[in-house]
């Protein structure tokens, strides 16, 4: 999901000399020689937002998955490089030919933070809970749709079975959404876990404080020594305490980080970049795998149930003059409907690129004209629809009112509409809108399924038993990466052909460093892994 809504209070911006230096990329440091890590001290990081809950089984947020990220471990992990899943509480595991059944193998020694062990019978507590939460797990409820039962085959064996083909569930073992509490945590509401209370995992930091709105104090696990195979070093974390400080004005966050009251910040936004980029400041850079932020088309409604009229649209939006215009260098222009980080996506640039003249003759070829104010009609009705958003991203409005003139350029008017998080959740269920503007984090191609199956969210209202249920079906069966491209390749151009979505750009996460902040790194989800950072 992406971080909530925010307003930039521009005269609390510290104005800064500028140096040129190049932004780092995930994980990687700056070129200044900090010396070796080092463990001690407390890493005061700025949010954007307050956590709607802690408990990584119901959170949703980016601040609320930065901070439970922390707290549990997963069954497994998953290389942001590569895609690949490797092991962390469990060591192996074996998939059945039909990829309904899971077996995992776990590493003996692991310990929740009140002592109880991680064994197989903690793992189907666990996932028996998760289920049990429903909606309330936002993303685990997606992620266990098919979930049937677990079984402990022995102490340190896990099988876990789902009603139909779940290929995703591999990679959804290595989400923070997944990530396993102790037996102990579900003697309590959903509601106290939100808030802290009985939230007892195993992961390398363990829950100390809340105050609401103000501030969140995470600790180190004295004695942890059962890391995912992908972190630096072994043992514990470095950091004593992580004291997330909840300031949702970007101008604050990022003055106080400019004074020293911060060591490291989350949400940058695209004006306040090139303060961090020097200096002895950095940024670690990230895009978000999963669907990128695009307009959705519900091809039931109006104009847009023509399909010349839903491709006209994706020739006429400019990708790179949005990214250019409204967002900066580190932001990506739209290659698929999936983002650059995500695993098997499709390169179909080609297939993006602006073409303002093949746009209008695809247009005259159906039969709209030209009216007297530049936007088009046919049989007396305009070539019009309208765009439903909600600030979740504070550039949205601006992305979208540039896309709004690039499309008048072809004689389309794009009506925009503000809502609530809320609001916008509520009419995408009822079905009741033109195009929804939204993105969808998930690094596994599977999220397409979730976005656009008759069996799922069927965002664009297809009816069942389509050409795209079927790629969607035959990918969501196959484990093995390269067998199951094929099938993600086609769900992919057949959204593109079809312009069932207009893909424009990529969420981006920026986190900026002060000198003393190392290694304030992103897992495959473009999600805080903290184990490695330390401070100098």
Same mark, same amino acid.
């Given at each position: 999901?992406?971080?909530?809504?925010?307003?930039?209070?521009?005269? %609390?911006?510290?104005?800064?000399?500028?140096?040129?230096?190049? $932004?780092?990329?995930?994980?990687?440091?700056?070129?200044?020689?900090?010396?070796?890590? #080092?463990?001690?001290?407390?890493?005061?990081?700025?949010?954007?937002?307050?956590?709607? $809950?802690?408990?990584?089984?119901?959170?949703?947020?980016?601040?609320?998955?930065?901070?439970?990220? *922390?707290?549990?471990?997963?069954?497994?992990?998953?290389?942001?490089?590569?895609?690949?899943?490797?092991?962390?509480?469990?060591?192996?595991?074996?998939?059945?030919?039909?990829?309904?059944?899971?077996?995992?193998?776990?590493?003996?020694? /692991?310990?929740?933070?009140?002592?109880?062990?991680?064994?197989?019978?903690?793992?189907?507590?666990?996932?028996?809970?998760?289920?049990?939460?429903?909606?309330?797990?936002?993303?685990?409820?997606?992620?266990? %749709?098919?979930?049937?039962?677990?079984?402990?085959?022995?102490?340190?064996?896990?099988?876990?079975?789902?009603?139909?083909?779940?290929?995703?569930?591999?990679?959804?073992?290595?989400?923070?959404?997944?990530?396993?509490?102790?037996?102990?945590?579900?003697?309590?509401?959903?509601?106290?876990? $939100?808030?802290?209370?009985?939230?007892?995992?195993?992961?390398?930091?363990?829950?100390?404080?809340?105050?609401?709105? *103000?501030?969140?104090?995470?600790? #180190?696990?004295?004695? &942890?020594?059962? !890391?995912?195979?992908?972190?630096?070093?072994?043992?514990?974390?470095?950091?004593?305490?992580?004291? &997330?400080?909840?300031?949702?004005?970007?101008?604050?966050?990022?003055?106080?980080?400019?004074?020293? @009251?911060?060591?490291?910040?989350?949400?940058?936004?695209?004006?306040?970049?090139?303060?961090?980029?020097?200096?002895?400041?950095?940024?670690?850079?990230?895009?978000?795998? !999963?669907?990128?932020?695009?307009? +959705?088309?519900?091809?039931?409604?109006?104009?847009?149930?023509?399909?010349?009229?839903? *491709?006209?649209?994706?020739?006429?939006?400019?990708?790179?003059?949005?990214?250019?215009?409204?967002?900066?260098?580190?932001?990506?222009?739209?290659?698929?409907?999936?983002?650059? /980080?995500?695993?098997?996506?499709?390169?179909?640039?080609?297939?993006?690129? &602006?073409?303002?003249?093949?746009?209008?003759?695809?247009?005259?070829?159906?039969?709209?004209?030209?009216?007297?104010?530049?936007?088009?009609?046919?049989?007396?009705?305009?070539?019009?629809?309208?765009?439903?958003?909600?600030?979740?991203?504070?550039?949205?409005?601006?992305?979208?009112?540039?896309? *709004?003139?690039?499309?008048?350029?072809?004689?389309?008017?794009?009506?925009?509409?503000? +809502?609530?998080?809320?609001?916008?959740?509520?009419?995408?269920?009822?079905?009741?809108?033109?195009?929804?503007?939204?993105?969808?984090?998930?690094?596994?191609?599977?999220?397409?399924?979730?976005?656009?199956?008759?069996?799922?969210?069927?965002?664009?209202?297809?009816?069942?038993?389509?050409?795209?249920?079927?790629?969607?079906?035959?990918?969501?069966?196959?484990?093995?990466?390269?067998?199951?491209?094929?099938?993600?390749?086609?769900?992919? @151009?057949?959204?593109?052909?079809?312009?069932?979505?207009?893909?424009?750009?990529?969420?981006?996460?920026?986190?900026?460093?002060?000198? #003393?902040?190392?290694?304030?790194?992103?897992?495959?989800?473009?999600?805080?892994?903290?184990?490695?950072?330390?401070?100098?």
């Amino acid at each position: 999901m992406s971080p909530l809504s925010f307003a930039r209070n521009a005269a %609390a911006v510290l104005a800064l000399p500028l140096l040129l230096t190049a $932004c780092t990329a995930a994980g990687t440091e700056p070129a200044a020689d900090a010396g070796p890590p #080092k463990p001690g001290g407390t890493l005061r990081l700025g949010i954007s937002s307050a956590p709607d $809950c802690i408990d990584p089984q119901q959170a949703a947020t980016n601040a609320s998955i930065n901070v439970g990220r *922390q707290l549990v471990d997963s069954l497994t992990d998953q290389d942001p490089k590569t895609g690949e899943i490797k092991p962390w509480l469990a060591e192996k595991w074996d998939v059945s030919d039909d990829s309904t059944a899971f077996t995992f193998h776990l590493r003996s020694g /692991a310990t929740f933070s009140d002592g109880s062990p991680v064994d197989a019978a903690a793992v189907k507590t666990s996932f028996d809970g998760i289920k049990a939460l429903g909606t309330k797990a936002q993303l685990g409820f997606g992620y266990l %749709a098919a979930y049937q039962a677990s079984t402990v085959v022995d102490p340190q064996t896990v099988r876990i079975e789902f009603s139909a083909p779940s290929a995703q569930f591999l990679q959804a073992s290595s989400t923070m959404s997944l990530g396993l509490l102790a037996p102990a945590a579900f003697k309590q509401t959903p509601e106290q876990r $939100c808030q802290g209370t009985g939230l007892i995992g195993s992961g390398p930091f363990v829950f100390e404080s809340l105050k609401q709105n *103000q501030e969140i104090v995470l600790a #180190k696990r004295k004695g &942890y020594a059962w !890391g995912s195979s992908l972190f630096k070093h072994r043992g514990e974390a470095y950091l004593d305490k992580i004291d &997330y400080k909840i300031v949702p004005e970007p101008g604050v966050r990022t003055g106080s980080l400019a004074s020293g @009251q911060l060591d490291a910040a989350t949400d940058i936004q695209p004006v306040d970049e090139p303060q961090f980029t020097g200096n002895g400041f950095t940024e670690n850079i990230r895009p978000n795998p !999963g669907v990128v932020f695009n307009l +959705h088309a519900n091809t039931t409604r109006g104009v847009l149930t023509d399909e010349k009229v839903r *491709q006209a649209v994706l020739k006429g939006v400019d990708r790179a003059e949005v990214v250019n215009t409204v967002l900066t260098p580190s932001y990506k222009a739209a290659t698929s409907i999936l983002g650059s /980080a995500t695993p098997l996506v499709s390169d179909l640039s080609q297939q993006l690129a &602006y073409d303002q003249k093949g746009a209008a003759a695809l247009l005259d070829g159906d039969g709209w004209v030209p009216g007297p104010d530049g936007i088009r009609v046919k049989n007396g009705q305009k070539l019009s629809a309208s765009v439903v958003f909600s600030p979740v991203f504070n550039q949205n409005r601006s992305a979208l009112e540039l896309i *709004q003139q690039q499309l008048r350029k072809i004689g389309f008017d794009l009506k925009i509409e503000q +809502h609530t998080t809320a609001e916008t959740t509520q009419i995408q269920l009822s079905g009741n809108y033109d195009f929804l503007w939204y993105n969808v984090t998930r690094a596994d191609p599977d999220i397409l399924r979730s976005q656009f199956s008759t069996k799922a969210g069927n965002r664009s209202k297809l009816t069942p038993g389509n050409p795209l249920d079927a790629a969607l079906d035959a990918q969501s069966s196959i484990v093995d990466t390269a067998k199951r491209k094929p099938s993600a390749d086609e769900a992919q @151009q057949l959204i593109i052909e079809h312009a069932y979505a207009i893909p424009v750009f990529e969420l981006t996460q920026v986190v900026a460093l002060s000198s #003393k902040a190392h290694a304030v790194s992103f897992e495959a989800s473009s999600r805080l892994q903290l184990f490695d950072a330390w401070l100098s």
